[in-house]
């Protein structure tokens, strides 16, 4: 994680450019113009510039800071849950297929003349992306921690396959020898893809769904107010966590960015028009190089118009 900006150093930064600015500051507290803002006034400042940046980084794609306003994922079961998203947004939805997490086989519910295992209700889908476990040994032909996908072509029988297009069409990994013990089938987590709620309700009573997403079978997840839907009957969600806090979140390199926003801010109301557009210019420039994922943003240029206050 990178070294967060300094409140301190761009407090510095904003009181000496206020100071040589040499015209009127922000509106007080109470409100009154051409009066140097307070202390409070300035740290709000900078805390709000702060909170842009960091809510643009969290939101630009592949961005080299992005990870870093990533919360851990928070996993949520069932067609509709609470959404766990209360600051930033969500970036990524990952989710199972099939209506549990593991599931079980033994060396006798498996056949090498069919290559299916036998298991009455397994709930299991095609397309479900999976991997397997040895109790004691493996069937030959599947292989522990290799991904492989569910052909399932009745609610009690289904086998392997090593592509999701092998497994639309039914094209099974062969199965030479039943192995020993009981297997463990693990499902995987994949990328789902986000539509409204319509779409959600009505691709959940359709299993078969398939779309083209890095080869996945995927299933689809909607935001609606507090609510989180999805086709998946379990989910992690990642988002951004993004908040107003008493210390910077941005990355060190942008604390020039964070400063101009700060006077763009700060100048808002008893600024010259072409001061406050200075930093107001400034500090959007600042923010199309943070979005274009640049690293740094260059030292702030203080503003030189020399406007007397009278």
């Given at each position: 994680m990178a070294t967060a900006a300094d409140l301190t150093t761009i407090k510095s930064i904003v009181i000496s450019l206020l100071q040589a600015s040499r015209t009127a500051y922000a509106s007080t507290v109470d409100q009154s113009n051409q009066q140097f803002a307070s202390d409070t006034e300035i740290a709000n400042a900078i805390l709000y510039a702060d909170l842009?940046?960091?809510?643009?980084?969290?939101?630009?794609?592949?961005?080299?800071?992005?990870?870093?306003?990533?919360?851990?994922?928070?996993?949520v079961t069932g067609t509709q849950a609470a959404s766990p998203v209360r600051n930033g947004a969500i970036v990524r939805v990952t989710g199972v297929m099939g209506s549990a997490l593991t599931y079980t086989f033994t060396s006798s519910d498996i056949s090498t003349t069919t290559d299916l295992v036998t298991k009455a209700t397994h709930g299991l889908v095609t397309g479900q992306a999976v991997q397997v476990s040895a109790g004691t040994t493996l069937p030959t032909g599947l292989v522990a921690a290799t991904t492989y996908y569910i052909y399932a072509p009745t609610t009690s029988t289904y086998g392997f396959c090593t592509t999701v297009y092998n497994a639309k069409q039914g094209t099974l990994i062969d199965i030479t020898n039943v192995g020993a013990g009981?297997?463990?089938?693990?499902?995987?987590?994949?990328?789902?893809?986000?539509?409204?709620?319509?779409?959600?309700?009505?691709?959940t009573n359709s299993p078969y769904l398939f779309a083209a997403q890095q080869g996945n079978v995927a299933g689809f997840w909607a935001e609606e107010g507090t609510g989180f839907f999805t086709t998946c009957p379990s989910s992690k969600i990642y988002f951004t966590d993004v908040t107003l806090t008493s210390a910077c979140q941005a990355p060190q390199p942008y604390t020039y960015g964070i400063a101009s926003g700060a006077m763009a801010k700060l100048l808002k109301d008893g600024g010259a028009a072409d001061e406050i557009g200075f930093y107001a210019q400034q500090y959007q420039g600042y923010l199309q190089q943070i979005a274009s994922g640049a690293m740094a943003v260059p030292t702030i240029q203080s503003y030189t118009g020399g406007i007397n206050v009278t």
């Open positions: 842009e940046i960091s809510n643009l980084i969290a939101n630009t794609s592949l961005h080299p800071y992005q990870s870093q306003f990533i919360a851990s994922p928070t996993t009981t297997n463990t089938v693990t499902s995987q987590y994949v990328d789902i893809l986000q539509a409204d709620r319509a779409t959600v309700v009505e691709a």
